[in-house]
């Protein structure tokens, strides 16, 4: 049943390879005859006088005299003597005939009839000659020495010369005596030689002309191409080329595959390769399609059962359904393409060719004309929900249209490249097009006339250009209101594609930033008069109430609590920017690891020894290293989680001697348990480039930017914590900004707001969650959002470079004083006191505990600022 399929495949590609073609032949071409007139006769012995001896058999059917060549000779005997001598008479010629013949020869040539061959042109170097006319051409065309029209000239007297060797290789092969088997190849026939160098003859010939016409006026191949009797000239020219080439094709199949029984005995191991490829392209393709009756549902049940269900495994689970049921075209496509790669028995290169162009572009068609049908019957939101069956009908039309306007292209620029055939196809595809246009059109106008006007971001000009909705001018409104849906569409697609990435999110702000604010230019004046969020609440909002969410930590968190489990006795280093949740990450890991101790470093190492003390109820005033070995001991405690170690370096002058004290008691402790210490990724940077924390750690943990599902997740968990329900109704926010696929437009305005979060805050949690919590106001006691505020970029743009290197020194350290940053940059205190003054009153920076530090409303400014004045490292 197999075998049947295949060949049930094979013999489709032909017909689908030939079936536009050689309909028009049949409309247009009439019986090829080959006219003994065209072909002068003979006068001397040419180097190809055994061809031409069988292209003159085969022209005179009525002639005895026919042998095939290679045939042995036969011993001449009477009868024969006697019908040569008869034969010889037949063939004298009287000078009367002679006259009459020149007589014929010399009648004026009518339009209708072929322009006579030059025999000199029909030699073996013919092609050469052409070939080094037309680069002569072009060259002097090049140099303005010439005329493009000169290609008309070049091409009059080829044609005439591709048209005789078209046919005399037509006929030669529609003979009974044509041996295009392999095994002739490889005894090197002379038959089969002279075939293939006649084949390769006429394909340059072809592409020849290709050229030609490339190069040529706009005019000449109008002129070629059209449907006036020069284009019908050249698509029989073409037709005729067809046919030979499917004749060729038809013979060597047919020819080949009754030797493969010979070819075995000669040459066992190809064949025997190809037919184990082919059995197990087979055993796997069966194997697969059964499987997948019901794998592939199993695989989607398992998706959907697990817990929790996350939008991605949503997705999966959908893109798993599509498949499902739209598998089969693409299942066939790549069962058909590794049998064209790997078996090879034919050893025929335009079928392999032929057959992948129409499975590759058959199975498209089919995949695209399934799916659509999928999405129809799935009932998608917001693209296909409650269409009708026309609708239907006018996708479905626009996709096959589509399918065989490829394929059909395809087919003919394997056999006859971009000629006459080539631009009528065109010309009928676009007809066709006509009507399948018009019906799209009317079935999906309404649709687009309401998605215009029911989209807010909707242009004004849009708007007035649609008004008129019937007649011819409703029809042109109707293209003007579709083009506009697959703009806003595209707009979507590119905005979220480039959306995931930094640089794109930058380029989505600056795009919508002018337009959030003049939409929501009202609610930002409405919102300074108006309450911002309770004290509390926003403290809960930000801090949370130690929930967090599972797929941040859980990697990081089980990767130390199993090196705890393990008794691992090095240091772990965990590193990632201020406010990206390692805080949060040790408080995991106490919760999982009780026989654990927290201490929280500052820039004092004596206060790490005070918080270690009285963790462990050391009574000592002068705690001692082995009183604090004895307690840890006692008390069982194995694993050390130091936090915010990257205080612990200062900026002044001796900056190095906290830490490094730091260090030296961790090393005293060495062997007592594992030791994990959190850094900021500005201070690890610094750490290395002074050398102190070289070979310390064995270890390294990344704490990676969140991503946009993520800071969703936690948004909705705070607003759980902290009793708050936020109303998004009052937004304005572009659809392009919320890739949500269904929903009320307040569901539409909480994705928006979530994605501009996140996009500002750069998968920063602690800076997300505080621009949400700025962007809430309270208005007629409904906590309602507005659009989140962002500093302005030009005020820190201003700033002289004093200033700058003092936000640097800020940045890098995480907390400084007045003294350490004057020690560190060696300024004036003025200088420094003054540039402190200026970034305070801005709200740039802001003082913890007599130091300062980045203020969170700026610090995402700030760092890339620097960063892009490469004043921090990136």
Excluded at 59 to 67: G, K, L, Y
Excluded at 287 to 307: D, F, H, N, P, V
Excluded at 342 to 358: A, R, Y
Excluded at 786 to 795: A, G, M, N, T, V
């Amino acid at each position: 049943m197999i075998v049947n399929k295949v060949k049930k495949t094979y013999l489709s590609a032909l017909s689908v390879s030939s079936l536009m073609l050689v309909l028009m032949l049949n409309v247009f071409a009439a019986p090829q005859v080959l006219a003994e007139e065209n072909i002068a006769p003979e006068t001397e012995v040419t180097s190809s006088e055994t061809a031409t001896q069988e292209t003159v058999a085969v022209q005179n059917e009525s002639s005895n005299a026919q042998t095939s060549e290679g045939a042995p000779e036969k011993a001449p005997t009477e009868s024969n003597t006697q019908d040569k001598s008869a034969d010889d008479a037949l063939l004298e010629v009287t000078p009367e005939q002679e006259a009459n013949e020149n007589a014929v020869v010399e009648e004026p040539v009518t339009a209708n009839e072929a322009e006579p061959v030059d025999l000199t042109l029909l030699e073996e170097n013919s092609l050469e000659s052409f070939e080094a006319e037309f680069y002569d051409l072009k060259d002097k065309i090049a140099s303005l020495s010439r005329s493009a029209d000169d290609y008309e000239e070049l091409y009059a007297r080829l044609r005439p010369v591709l048209t005789q060797k078209t046919e005399q290789l037509y006929a030669i092969m529609n003979s009974d005596g044509v041996d295009l088997k392999l095994m002739s190849q490889m005894q090197n026939d002379a038959q089969f030689q002279d075939i293939f160098s006649r084949v390769r003859e006429i394909k340059n010939f072809y592409l020849l002309r290709q050229q030609i016409f490339n190069e040529a006026t706009e005019e000449f191949r109008a002129l070629l191409t059209s449907s006036k009797l020069n284009g019908i000239t050249e698509a029989k020219l073409e037709a005729s080329y067809v046919q030979l080439q499917l004749l060729i094709i038809t013979k060597a199949t047919f020819q080949r595959t009754l030797e493969i029984p010979a070819r075995f005995e000669v040459a066992p191991l190809d064949i025997v390769i190809n037919i184990g490829f082919l059995l197990f392209a087979i055993i796997v393709f069966r194997l697969w399609r059964k499987w997948a009756k019901t794998g592939l549902a199993e695989q989607r049940q398992k998706i959907m059962s697990s817990r929790p269900r996350s939008a991605l495994k949503m997705k999966a689970a959908r893109a798993i359904w599509y498949f499902e049921h739209t598998r089969k075209p693409l299942e066939w496509l790549l069962f058909i393409n590794f049998i064209l790669a790997n078996i090879d028995i034919l050893q025929i290169p335009i079928i392999i060719e032929v057959v992948g162009t129409v499975a590759l572009w058959l199975s498209l068609t089919f995949f695209a004309f399934t799916f659509v049908s999928k999405m129809i019957e799935r009932g998608k939101q917001n693209v296909l929900k409650g269409i009708s069956k026309k609708q239907s009908a006018s996708l479905k039309w626009v996709i096959w249209w589509c399918g065989w306007y490829k394929l059909s292209f395809e087919l003919t620029a394997i056999f006859i490249a971009n000629g006459t055939i080539f631009s009528w196809l065109e010309t009928i595809f676009l007809i066709l097009l006509l009507p399948v246009y018009v019906f799209f059109i009317f079935q999906w106008r309404q649709d687009c006339f309401t998605y215009a006007d029911e989209e807010r971001d909707t242009p004004n000009f849009i708007r007035k250009l649609i008004e008129v909705r019937t007649g011819s001018r409703g029809f042109i409104n109707a293209n003007i209101a579709l083009l506009f849906v697959i703009y806003f569409f595209l707009t979507k697609f590119f905005l979220s594609l480039i959306s995931k990435v930094e640089s794109g999110r930058r380029i989505t702000a600056e795009i919508y930033r002018k337009k959030l604010l003049n939409d929501n230019s009202e609610l930002l004046e409405k919102s300074k008069d108006l309450a911002s969020l309770d004290d509390d609440k926003r403290k809960i909002f930000i801090d949370g109430l130690g929930t967090q969410i599972d797929s941040v930590f859980e990697g990081p968190v089980e990767s130390i609590v199993k090196m705890a489990n393990s008794d691992e006795r090095s240091h772990i280093a965990v590193i990632g920017e201020r406010g990206i949740g390692k805080t949060h990450l040790l408080k995991e890991i106490t919760q999982q690891y009780p026989k654990s101790l927290v201490v929280n470093c500052n820039e004092d190492f004596d206060d790490v020894i005070k918080s270690v003390k009285e963790q462990l109820g050391i009574d000592s005033e002068n705690v001692k290293t082995s009183e604090i070995i004895k307690a840890l001991q006692e008390q069982e405690i194995d694993l050390f989680l130091l936090d915010n170690c990257h205080r612990m370096l200062t900026p002044d002058t001796s900056g190095q001697r906290e830490i490094r004290r730091l260090f030296g008691w961790v090393n005293e402790l060495k062997g007592l348990g594992l030791w994990v210490m959190t850094y900021t990724s500005s201070s690890w940077k610094l750490f290395n480039a002074l050398g102190i924390a070289t070979g310390f750690f064995a270890k390294k943990i990344e704490l990676k930017k969140w991503s946009e599902e993520q800071i969703c997740q936690l948004f909705d968990k705070r607003c759980l914590e902290a009793e708050i329900e936020i109303d998004y109704s009052n937004l304005i926010i572009p659809r392009q900004l919320a890739d949500i696929e269904d929903g009320t437009i307040e569901q539409r305005n909480k994705a928006g707001v979530y994605r501009i979060i996140w996009g500002y805050a750069d998968g920063n949690p602690a800076i997300a969650c505080r621009t949400l919590a700025d962007s809430l106001i309270i208005d007629n006691d409904k906590l309602i959002a507005k659009l989140p505020s962002y500093p302005d970029s030009h005020i820190i743009e201003a700033f002289e470079i004093n200033t700058l290197l003092v936000l640097r020194v800020i940045s890098q350290f995480g907390r400084c004083g007045v003294q350490d940053i004057i020690q560190n940059l060696r300024l004036h205190g003025l200088v420094v006191n003054s540039a402190i003054a200026a970034c305070v009153a801005q709200g740039i920076i802001e003082q913890v505990n007599g130091r300062y530090q980045v203020s969170w409303l700026w610090y995402r400014t700030v760092s890339k600022y620097l960063a892009r004045q490469n004043l921090l490292t990136r």
